[in-house]
């Protein structure tokens, strides 16, 4: 399968700091890619998706000027935590759909641990 | 709209025994259908998936899901458990048609194989 990376695989910042973590495609290009957030013991929520040269998509609930993404270029999108408070720590998963097409396989990234303290 | 149902937190079986980890879906029309494993801080990994055709479909590390339309499930068996294969395991569903395919995962289920 395709593989997709996350850097970094684990950060610990300060309350009110910002945190950057990437998502790179490594096999192929892609327009689209999704962020999602795992709590402890629970399935992925989908945050958002990240359009390569547009805006991102955010789900409801969300809120689109504390999780900044930006994909700025076919194999690389971005997901900006600012400010970030304890209630942020999580696990943030990027995925790739394999062809961008209906319905087809999700590559995902290792994953981001993310400690606010 | 589409959900997902994987009706148990965890699953427990012996070394050897064969395994079955249970999802239920709900979807307007034909369904397209994953099962992804993930490790403990690792992201998700691909193990199957049912587009159309035949209702058996096998995967990767010898697994493999039965899909029944019937009783909208698809369910993720394997004959032998390893203990290697002690993970968390999520069932998911996308939608055939509409131009959105984003998938609806569902709450994951916890395998132990015990040795």
């Known amino acids: 399968g395709a593989v997709v990376s996350q850097h970094p695989s684990r950060v610990i910042c300060k309350s009110g700091t910002s945190v950057k973590i990437e998502c790179r495609s490594l096999?192929?290009?892609?327009?689209?890619m999704f962020w999602y957030r795992q709590f402890p013991k629970q399935s992925l929520m989908l945050m958002a998706t990240?359009?390569?040269?547009?805006?991102?998509?955010?789900e409801q609930g969300v809120e689109k000027d504390k999780f900044l993404i930006n994909h700025a270029s076919l194999t690389l999108s971005t997901l900006t935590v600012t400010s970030a408070h304890p209630e942020d720590s999580s696990f943030y998963i990027c995925?790739?759909?394999?062809?961008?097409?209906?319905?087809?396989?999700?590559?995902f990234g290792p994953g981001t641990r993310l400690t606010v303290l | 709209a589409q959900s997902v149902a994987q009706p148990e937190d965890q699953v427990n079986v012996a070394e050897g025994n064969p395994l079955t980890v249970k999802c239920t879906y709900s979807?307007?029309?034909?369904?397209?259908l994953f099962w992804y494993v993930q490790y403990p801080n690792r992201g998700l990994q691909f193990l199957l998936k049912?587009?159309?055709?035949?209702?058996l479909v096998k995967g990767s590390y010898g697994f493999e899901a039965e899909f029944n339309k019937s009783q909208t499930s698809f369910h993720l068996k394997k004959p032998s458990a390893l203990v290697s294969d002690s993970a968390l395991y999520f069932c998911?569903?996308?939608?055939?048609?509409?131009?959105?395919?984003?998938?609806?995962f569902g709450r994951g289920t916890s395998l132990i194989v015990h040795p």
């Open positions: 995925s790739v759909p394999a062809s961008g097409g209906l319905a087809d396989t999700q590559y």
């Open positions: 998911a569903v996308s939608p055939p048609s509409g131009g959105s395919y984003i998938p609806t």
């Open positions: 990240s359009n390569e040269g547009s805006k991102a998509t955010y």
């Open positions: 049912y587009i159309t055709g035949d209702n």
């Open positions: 979807v307007s029309g034909n369904p397209y």
């Open positions: 096999d192929f290009q892609a327009t689209t």
